[in-house]
């Protein structure tokens, strides 16, 4: 069937922010199911609320929204633009839960608009537990025994059928929020409230108990004509239990027969059939292979996570092809991506293995349950290409980025390292390495873990031969062997006690360099063309290395997406390879994260799946015969190759030129002591600062520089790394528990410039000019982490001549830096006094939303300075001063507290948040209104519960009779609340738990009889575990939750808004216009 | 474990492990891309004459067990592998295997950039030099060239029955011309009917004493156009045409071809996976099919019979049919074994064609 004439604008929604459960990978769908539709010539609406997105660039859509993503926006978009389809599945389950919305509030039924790929019935069948039960029943297969309920009753009647431990899951959430296993009724009762809570239907299911089945996946497609193809099988190393995106995924299956393989892929094809999707399908199983049984655990009708790996793993663009199948056409009519030649219908085959592992965020929360269930907790993934499964297990966990080479040595004692094993942390695959070290057995570790032998088996393989390294001479065939098996230089360096630099050398010397194989789909039958490599000791590199090509460039990416690393450094190095290729250049990308655009092999000349480590990067440029790289954009993780490389330059080995701001400049704003100094000769002012190497140095530092001050120590113990301390006893915890003082490792202690503004700025720099893009001003204080601020632009508070002092304060520092491309710089300003807090040469967090803003493609122009072009030409038909904005553009950051249990959601200066919003409208209220709709947290009336620090409350007068006249009522704790009766306001008292009386501020929360909470806490680290039990109340309840006076007076202003008028929705470009 | 070559036709001389038995073997050297379903592969009695690369670098991984054999024994003369697995902990041990069923393999070979060298110059005679004292390169190279291509060799005689067997006992009675027969393809049938198992020269005479409803011509090794097969069972083949109800399967496919008046030519490489697309041209659908062929068929115009699948990937006859007789063939495996099931279905609507025809009478 050709290509559908009747439709000509479709709809795409996107999936917001970046969470837990949701991160790059629908950025990267999204993107692909627009460019493939504008290639058939159909126009595209996006509207995503996230703007770190390459989707809601105005060169990936024809119409891009960047406004919340709920009903009402999407119902006002739908109704301006009549779209003549929709297309539901390319923005994961926000998409779709908000497309099944739409359809069935009858919205698309009065606008015509239709569903494209999966029907309304399709998603109820997949997504309604009880109907997708049916579903698999009437196929005649088997899916877990399972009740839905939707009250306790319920459950305690479900329960009589089926024995405990269970599953409890509820319907519609992410990544399974809430769901979890209980052992007895007295969890179940507990599990299944909180999930009744959480789910948006308020319905949860219990279910049958599976752990320690296997779990597989197959990603299928279907076309409209019923034909139906394969694209990939998928195997998890962690057993069921453990939710698939936190789990270890080998692609393909390593451990089924063909038989096996065989039945669960035409089960696969059966399904997809019976819910008629036209477009990609995620079918998972779990497989109990003592006996061969097996449950078809879940089905996701729209491209996911799964999808997005496997396309990466296999190099067939499922979601591209998706799109295509979505209006009409046939997986025949459909171009081979690879081939270039042959068509869509076909099964990609592998002749490598593709290992993926997750990353979590715990580095950065001390106090978390760092344990992985079925529950979500990862923020991304890295993933490793490789021969054999310990070639890419090694390449993978190198990727992870968590300053790991390959399995090190576990200190762990014993009993913990049982239990580890029983009851996996983000440190399993460690922690079976250690317990092989010493001395368990294959089935020993199979049996505690529940993971099957043939990956404990590939491990035992890795261990063993670090016995060897360490024993015998290691000469040119032991090298080979252990580089065979994914060992690092850098390992293999400390088990043979020489450098990773002696390690190169020898392999140089041995001519032990990795070959670079094609990611072709086929296994090398046909021939083909994809621009996609993945390095392996298993084929020899290439004879003669490419003819040198002054115009070839290496982008080095950002790795795993990490909460402070998150989609905005793959959005500059999609614009950089872009950028390049316009130029003339060819745009080499290397990065190890199969969710992102930038690993999409259309985005750059060629790319290459390794991971980002300086032996990596060095293969690939040797490979590449290139001698020219950009770090600028691809965040901590490519900047911090900047010094190696510049090392390596030195040594006349490898003449390596680092493009943009050089390595000694990125130093000068990274050192502490040199960037004071550099201050100082500008006459630039900055906050106090000094360094302590014992306990006692610190405290007499800190009294110096004077409390409050922000601390960090410059070796992390247990991720802990900045905070505020307030007063003596903080600094002697902070000490105690977070920070290793020593001689070799100094604790830094700034002051911390308390209820100051903090604005940030992003500029870029030739050498000549200076633009000064964005002035951010932040709503919160000071001392927030700047990713966890909501910001404004243009500043909301700030005077034309702050604004223009700061920009002057700029241009001296990009100048005095050398910068070439970027720079950010974020200062506090405090009673007309302005202080730069630091410097960044590099692409910041804030690029995309200032580009967005502004309408000018900031990473794009950053690459062409990097190149050697000049911003006065580049800029000539653009205004070279800020535009003049008739609107305000705020950014809004969301965070994970609510997937990860044992978290205070107290903001300070480690950044906590995943993702950010954009909110952007005619008036500071609107845009804040929309900022607040954007992560679903608004309340137009109801009460307000009030406790702030004695410093705050005359400030909260104001508030709380702003609060009264829209109509709230107050309740507050005794001191709040009595400062504020003197001063003429009515409210209610309640009491704080500690006070044992009546009514409590927490039982009012779970009444829901709290709809708004207000806490400036005492920041005094006693003062802060009392606040703990609320504010995680507040998060668990869903309860919007502000903790800065500032925030507050922004929210009066929104609620202004909102009581007086309505949300106008317009296309990015009109904003501008 | 020890060390031992791979020389190739083109001088291509490549050093490598060597597990199984220690013999020297000679072939025509092939790749295949399936990613499971090494046990089917290394017992399916078309590999006869070939030495068989993987293109899956992981082999041995779930161990290997007889039930999932598609015929009484190993059928390939040497095994290349990358990364072989030795102690799967289900089934016996490959290398156990290897050794069992005196196959030579060798491992540790670089099989993407080997399969690379097969995919441009094509198929070639292929020598594994498994215990060299010493390797006189020029001398092997040749003795390889001098060697006849195994495909001069009735190598169908080599894997045919020799004797008339029985199975099962449905309500339909097919003979099959075993020419190499997978057992797959048995297991299929069965489920329709009795199928008489016979070997590839049986005269037509034996045959029509049977009284089939259908005729099925099997799979099986070597060139289609080989003149002990169009003395035998094409002749045969030929004859069956205005009688029964036939249906070809890969090599019976092919001998099909050559008597209806097609002709057959030798693919560069083959076709061996478990991913290939074919498209059915009445109803346009797609189906992913499980092939092992080299040689392929090449269209005629004014023939009783026409084209009815194609390869999606290139163009080559994957299917035809008589145009007026109850008489199909295919170039894929529907029987799968290793691959996918999508074409299954084509023993169910030969069973019943056949049957049907048969009632008619």
Redesign the interface.
């Known amino acids: 069937m050709p290509k559908r004439k009747d439709l000509k604008k479709i709809l795409i929604i996107g999936s917001g922010p970046i969470i837990i459960g949701q991160a790059a990978e629908f950025d990267f769908s999204g993107s692909q199911a627009s460019w493939s539709l504008r290639e058939e010539g159909y126009r595209t609406i996006i509207v995503n609320s996230n703007p770190a997105t390459i989707q809601t660039d105005e060169r990936t859509a024809d119409i891009v929204y960047i406004e919340p993503l709920n009903i009402d926006t999407l119902t006002k978009i739908i109704k301006k633009e009549r779209p003549d389809g929709l297309l539901p599945g390319f923005g994961g389950q926000v998409a779709l839960n908000l497309s099944y919305q739409l359809a069935h509030q009858g919205i698309l039924a009065k606008y015509s608009v239709e569903l494209l790929g999966s029907t309304y019935e399709t998603i109820e069948m997949a997504e309604n537990r009880q109907a997708f039960s049916h579903l698999i029943e009437a196929v005649h297969e088997p899916s877990p025994k399972s009740f839905v309920c939707q009250n306790l009753n319920e459950v305690s009647q479900a329960v009589e059928r089926i024995s405990y431990p269970v599953l409890v899951r509820p319907a519609y959430t992410l990544g399974g929020t809430g769901s979890g296993i209980a052992k007895s009724w007295q969890d179940l009762q507990e599990i299944a409230s909180a999930g009744l809570r959480q789910s948006p239907i308020k319905q949860i299911l219990i279910e049958e108990n599976l752990l320690g089945w296997k779990e597989f996946e197959y990603e299928v497609m279907r076309d409209g ?6 694209i990939c099988s998928m195997e998890n190393i962690n057993p069921m239990g453990v939710h698939t995106g936190e789990s270890a995924v080998v692609a ?8 096996e ?2 039945k669960l ?2 089960i696969s ?1 059966k399904i997809i059939r019976a819910l008629k999707i036209c477009g990609g399908c995620n079918i998972q199983f779990a497989v109990n292979r003592s006996k061969w049984e097996y449950r078809i655990i879940e089905v996701n009708p729209r491209v996911s996570r799964s999808s997005a790996l496997a396309s990466k793993a296999t190099g067939y663009p499922i979601a591209r092809v998706s799109a295509k199948i979505a209006v009409g056409m ?3 009519e459909i171009p081979n991506a690879v081939t270039k030649k ?2 869509a ?9 593709v290992i993926k592992i997750p990353r979590w965020p715990f580095d950065k929360f001390p106090t978390v349950d760092r344990r992985i269930t079925t529950q979500m907790k990862s923020t991304g993934e890295a993933m490793a290409i490789g ?3 310990e070639e890419s297990l090694q390449k993978a966990l190198r990727a992870l980025e968590i300053d790991q080479y390959g399995f090190e040595q576990e200190a762990i004692i014993e009993h913990k390292l049982i239990r580890e094993l029983q009851e996996p942390t983000d440190r399993l695959l460690f922690c079976i390495a250690e317990a092989l070290r010493r001395g368990y057995s294959i089935n020993k570790v199979s049996e505690l873990t529940k993971i099957d ?2 990956f404990i ?1 590939k491990i035992a393989r890795i261990v063993a031969f670090e016995k060897r390294l360490k024993k015998e001479c290691l000469d040119e065939q032991l090298l080979m062997q252990a580089k065979r098996l994914g060992y690092s230089d850098q390992i293999i360096a400390g088990l043979t006690n020489q450098t990773a630099d002696e390690i190169r050398s020898m392999r140089i010397s041995h001519h032990i360099r990795p ?1 670079f ?1 094609m990611v072709d789909t ?6 083909a063309i994809t621009p996609y490599f993945y390095s392996t000791y ?3 590199p290439r004879k003669r290395p490419k003819r040198k090509n002054e115009k070839r460039i290496l982008i080095v990416g950002s790795g795993p997406i990490r909460i402070g690393q998150g989609i905005e450094f793959d959005y500059c190095c999609v614009h950089a390879a872009l950028t390049l290729k316009e130029a003339g250049f060819e745009a080499i990308m290397i990065n190890s994260n199969p969710e992102t655009v930038s690993t999409d092999f259309d985005v750059s000349t060629r790319l290459y799946f390794e991971p980002l480590t300086l032996e990596d990067v060095l293969n690939v440029l040797e490979t590449e015969n290139c001698n020219k790289i950009i770090l600028q954009f691809g965040g901590q993780t490519s900047i911090n190759l900047a010094l190696p490389l510049a090392k390596l330059g030195e040594s006349d080995r490898q003449r390596i030129s680092i493009l943009g701001t050089q390595p000694d400049d990125i130093h000068r704003a990274e050192d502490r002591k040199l960037f004071s100094y550099l201050l100082r000769t500008l006459r630039i002012k900055h906050p106090a600062f000094g360094t302590g190497h014992t306990y006692e140095d610190v405290k007499t530092v800190t009294e110096q520089v004077g409390y409050p001050v922000i601390v960090r120590p410059s070796y992390v113990l247990g991720g802990r790394a900045m905070e505020i301390v307030y007063e003596p006893e903080g600094l002697k915890q902070y000490i105690e528990s977070a920070a290793r003082v020593s001689k070799e490792h100094p604790v830094l202690v700034d002051k911390y410039i308390a209820d100051a503004v903090e604005v940030d700025v992003d500029a870029l720099c030739d050498g000549r000019d200076v633009y000064v893009a964005g002035v951010m001003e932040h709503i919160e204080q000071a001392g927030v982490h700047s990713g966890d601020s909501y910001c404004v632009m243009p500043p909301y508070t700030l005077t034309p001549r702050t604004i223009n002092r700061i920009k002057s304060i700029t241009r001296k520092l990009a100048f005095a830096l050398n910068t070439k491309g970027f720079i950010n710089i974020q200062f506090a300003i405090k009673n007309g006094s302005i202080f730069v807090l630091e410097a960044n040469p590099r692409a910041s967090r804030t690029i995309p939303y200032v580009s967005k803003t502004i309408g000018l493609p900031l990473a794009t122009l950053a690459t062409q300075i990097i190149i050697g072009k000049k911003l006065e030409s580049l800029l000539k038909e653009k205004q070279h001063a800020l535009p003049k904005t008739r609107f305000v553009s705020i950014k809004g950051p969301t965070f994970p507290f609510l997937k990860l249990p044992g978290v205070d959601p107290i903001l300070g200066p480690e950044m906590k948040s995943t993702g950010e919003i954009m909110a952007i409208d005619r008036s500071f209220g609107a845009a804040y209104y929309k900022a607040i709709l954007s992560d679903n947290k608004f309340s137009k009336r109801g009460t307000v519960y009030m406790t702030v620090r004695d410093g705050d409350k005359p400030k909260v007068i104001q508030l709380a009779k702003d609060f009264i006249s829209f109509g709230f009522s107050i309740v507050a704790t005794r001191g709040t609340a009595e400062f504020l009766r003197n001063h003429g306001i009515q409210l209610k008292i309640v009491y704080r738990i500690s006070e044992h009386k009546s009514p409590n501020a927490l039982d009012l929360m779970r009444q829901e009889k709290i709809h708004l909470i207000i806490n400036t806490p005492t920041l005094t680290y006693r003062a802060k575990r009392d606040g703990y039990a609320m504010r995680r109340l507040a998060i668990e309840l869903n309860i919007p939750f502000i903790t800065a006076l500032s925030s507050a007076r922004a929210e009066i202003e929104a609620i202004r808004f909102a009581k007086s008028a309505s949300l106008t929705t317009r296309p990015l470009h009109e904003y501008r216009r | 474990m020890s060390t031992a070559f791979l020389i190739l036709e083109d001088g291509t001389l490549i050093k490598a492990k060597h597990a199984g038995v220690e013999k020297d073997v000679f072939g025509e050297i092939v ?1 295949n ?5 090494y ?2 592969a290394f017992t399916d009695p078309s590999y006869s004459g070939q030495i068989l690369l993987m ?4 082999i041995g ?2 161990g290997i ?1 007889k039930k ?1 054999f598609e015929s009484s024994k190993v059928q390939i003369r040497g095994l290349i592998l ?2 072989p697995d030795f ?3 289900r089934g016996m041990h490959l290398d156990k295997f290897l050794d069992l069923s005196a196959v030579s393999c060798l491992y540790n070979i ?4 080997l ?2 060298k097969i ?1 441009k110059h094509g198929t070639m005679k292929a020598m594994i030099v498994a215990r060299p004292s010493k390797i006189d390169y020029k001398a092997l190279l040749q003795r390889i060239k001098q060697m006849p291509h195994p495909d001069t060799e009735n190598l169908v005689s080599h894997v045919s029955c020799t004797r008339k067997i029985i199975h099962g006992r449905g309500p339909g009675r097919f003979v099959l011309i075993d020419c190499g027969v997978k057992r797959s393809i048995l297991k299929q049938l069965i489920k329709y009917g009795t199928v008489i198992q016979l070997p590839f020269d049986t005269d037509i005479k034996t045959i029509d004493r049977l009284k089939p409803d259908g005729i099925v011509v099997s799979n099986g090794p070597g060139n289609p156009a080989h003149e002990a097969i169009m003395s035998t069972t094409a002749k045969t083949v030929e004859k069956l045409i205005d009688k029964y109800p036939i249906f070809g399967i890969c090599l019976g496919h092919q001998i099909l071809g050559l008597v209806l008046g097609f002709k057959t030519y030798k693919l560069t ?1 083959g076709h061996r ?5 074919v ?1 059915h041209l009445r109803s ?5 099919t499980s092939q092992n062929h080299g040689y392929a068929l090449r269209a005629k115009k004014n023939l009783d019979a026409e084209v009815t699948w194609v390869n ?3 163009g080559t006859i994957e299917g035809i049919r008589h145009l007026n007789r109850p008489v199909f063939s295919v170039q894929f495996h529907p029987e ?7 074409t299954e279905f084509l023993f169910r609507e030969f069973s019943e064609l056949a049957i049907c025809q048969s009632a008619k009478i």
């Open positions: 004509d019923d034909n139906c193809i394969t393909p299956a390593q451990t089924l027969t063909d038989q393989n065989q892929r035409s094809l046939t997986l025949d042959t068509s219908a076909f099964e990609p085959t592998l002749d490598y293995v021969s054999t499964i032998k043939f088996r070959g194989n086929c296994a090398g039958e046909f021939e298993y084929t020899a | 790749f891309t399936s990613m499971s379903g046990e089917e293109t899956y670098p992981l991984n779930y067990r999932n990358k990364e102690s799967a902990y670089d099989t993407r950039t399969t690379l995919r490489f996976g478990s991913n290939h697309a498209k346009q659908k797609i189906h992913i999606v990937n290139d799968a074994a290793p691959g996918p099931r999508d």
